[in-house]
């Protein structure tokens, strides 16, 4: 037999055995008692310990009871392609994953085209995004305007858009009006 990777215990009750079989759960000392014209147990019993060589006699009461206490596998520990040899790790990729190596290659790829010059489809939307802030610089620094710069010149002329809308603005108010109560 093999041997048990963990602890056995058959539950008392009914067995469905028929009372000419006490044989089998006395000679593995198991307390029975005849009820109904079947062999049932009377308390629980720890069959099998951990590490124990399992025995024809377990097994067979095992069978007879329809336990399979024992689940057996197979776990890859390294993984063979063409050549190279792996940690069984890189089985265990979420979808999770899949996506963040994705993307990071996608940033390697625009920020790669962007260092060179070279637009690519990761890159271009980096590169219309840095010439339409140099196109809005340099319509602040010169005359020429269109719609787009206007309104961030707008929002530069008007100091009252640089305002906090925090604790502090507030706090400030508070004392400005205390100050026009007296």
Known sequence: ???????????????????GQTSWFQALNIPTKINK???????????????DKVGESEAALLDKLNIKP?????QAVTVY???????????????????AKFLGGARTIAALGLAVGYPT?????????????ALIALSMGTDYKFPAAQA??????NPANFVSAGP?????????EEE???
Do not use: W
């Open 180 to 182: 026009e109560e007296e």
């Open 81 to 99: 392609q063409e050549g190279d040899v792996f940690s069984a790790d890189v089985l265990d990729i979420t979808e999770d994953d899949m996506k």
């Open 121 to 133: 489809k990761a890159s271009v939307t980096h590169s219309l995004n840095s010439a339409y802030k």
């Open 1 to 19: 037999g093999s041997y048990a990777p963990a602890d056995v215990y058959v539950e008392p009750g009914p067995t469905g055995c028929d009372p």
């Open 70 to 74: 024992f689940a057996y596998s197979i």
């Open 37 to 51: 014209g079947q062999i049932e147990m009377i308390a629980r019993v720890h069959l099998i310990k951990t590490g």
């Open 152 to 157: 961030f010149e707008d929002f530069l002329a």
């Open 168 to 176: 502090a603005g507030g706090a400030a108010a508070a004392v400005v």
